[in-house]
């Protein structure tokens, strides 16, 4: 699918989400307001912070890492529905926006936001008092990449990016559709070429190993992928390989197919949003 048409559908997708937004069963449910947090300089280094109303008690705190196959036509707004429908059950969510390609993002400088962005949620747990013991990446497609990738930072070399004892240690992540083999997205030219894009040239081996998550198998902390049988944006391949070569290293990896394509997973109300939804409750 060439680079227009998975933009069409990322357009599509936004609009249905943002449309979705807060109805689940029933009627409308008022928003809840978020508090921005800025992690950097940067006017796509922030993260939205969204609280349970009325000071019900946190399940859990998810971070929420949007995809867009790493390029800066779209950003956090895909997330927000994610947040604004988990924030209703209980849970507190961290939006985290970062640089892509094409806004001074690439690398090392979209793995750099990541990191540090999640990090930053120390800052946040300080000032509200939220407990980080249960906290999972919940990422879509490129971000499920990212996500995944930040579950593995205590294991990079000195030096990578993200690398050190993260502040903020996730517990689990939830990959939707995610982009975990690298290497074959390269192969695939997937959205024409977005893994170059990216990453730069594939003669640059180390910094492909240091970015992949197949690298990086096996994680110290469940992940599951969730992936859509109709996907043709990310192929199920993607979800189906890496849970394989995490599970053959001794990791705690599942798949679980559902239905509907690349975007019914960030849905609120669909079919595959609820099984993602029954995936954080197990976290």
């Given amino acids: 699918m060439g ?40 006017p796509s280094q922030f993260a939205d912070l969204y609280l349970p109303a009325d000071g019900a008690a946190v399940t859990g705190v998810i971070v929420i890492i949007h995809g867009g196959y790493w390029r800066s036509t779209y950003g956090a707004e895909l997330g927000e529905p994610l ?19 094409g806004n001074g993002g690439g690398w090392p400088e979209t793995f750099d936001d990541v990191a540090a962005g999640i990090d930053h949620l120390a800052v946040a747990a300080s000032e509200h008092g939220l407990d980080l013991g249960s906290t999972t990446a919940l990422g879509h497609s490129a971000g499920g990449h990212l996500a995944v990738w930040a579950a593995g930072r205590a294991g990079l070399p000195a030096g990578a990016p993200g690398a050190g004892t993260p502040t903020v240690p996730l517990t689990a992540v939830v990959s939707q559709a995610g982009v975990l083999d690298l290497a074959a997205a390269r192969d695939l030219g997937l959205s024409d070429g977005a893994v170059e894009n990216l990453l730069g040239e594939p003669e640059d081996t180390e910094r492909y190993r240091l970015a992949d998550p197949m690298s990086a198998v096996p994680l110290p902390v469940p992940v599951v992928a969730v992936h859509g049988r109709k996907d043709t944006t990310v192929p199920p391949s993607q979800s189906e390989a890496y849970v394989h070569a995490a599970t053959a290293a001794g990791g705690s990896a599942d798949l679980v197919m559902v239905p ?15 099984a993602v939804v029954a995936q954080l409750a197990r976290t």
Avoid: M
């Fill in 83 to 101: 947040a604004q429908d988990l924030v209703t059950r209980g849970y507190a969510c961290w939006n985290l926006e970062y640089r892509r390609a």
């Fill in 3 to 42: 680079r227009r048409s998975v933009l069409a559908l990322l357009a599509a997708a936004a609009a249905g989400v943002l449309a979705a937004c807060g109805i689940r069963n029933g009627p409308k449910i008022p928003p809840v307001t978020a508090q921005r947090f800025a992690y950097g300089s940067d």
């Fill in 260 to 274: 509907g394509d690349h975007f019914a997973i960030i849905t609120p109300g669909s079919k595959a949003w609820d």
